[in-house]
Nanobody, 130 residues
Framework: EVQLVESGGGSVQTGGSLRLSCAAS????????IGWFRQAPGKEREGVSS????????YYADFAKGRFTVDSDNAKKTVYLQMNSLAPDDTAVYYC???????????????????????WGQGTRVTVSS
């Protein structure tokens, strides 16, 4: 089976850090791009960051640049999102998603569109208190 499982969420104070993990099974990770998305209460889902596990190209939303870093450990079939300088506006459920390289449209919609991705995890919660 193909499965993505997020972990690493929790509750931190403003200025703190978290490292989220996206563990993949049932796929060859080096044939996929992995994107991170988030959805805050009452808000629509938005793209955060993404990475190609083939050529290591990355994309970041403006709010993530300079604070968040995405990287991949293909041997462990895991993609990470390091989040620093967290603020209350970062409170959300964070999801990872996979796009098969060479068959889908990634990154022709910019790398951060939900329509570029085919496989989704179930999310991990991040809460940032002021």
């Amino acid at each position: 089976e193909v499965q993505l499982v997020e972990s690493g969420g929790g509750s931190v104070q403003t200025g703190g850090s978290l490292r989220l993990s996206c563990a993949a099974s049932g796929i060859n990770l080096d044939h996929y791009a992995i994107g991170w998305f988030r959805q805050a209460p009452g808000k629509e889902r938005e793209g955060v960051s993404s990475i190609s596990t083939s050529d290591w190209s990355t994309y970041y939303a403006d709010f993530a640049k300079g604070r968040f870093t995405v990287d991949s450990d293909n041997a462990k079939k895991t993609v990470y999102l390091q989040m620093n300088s967290l603020a209350p506006d970062d409170t959300a459920v964070y999801y990872c998603a996979a796009a098969q390289l060479g068959f889908g449209v990634w990154p022709r919609l910019g790398g951060l569109s939900e329509y570029e991705y085919e496989i989704w995890g179930q999310g991990t919660r991040v809460t940032v208190s002021s």
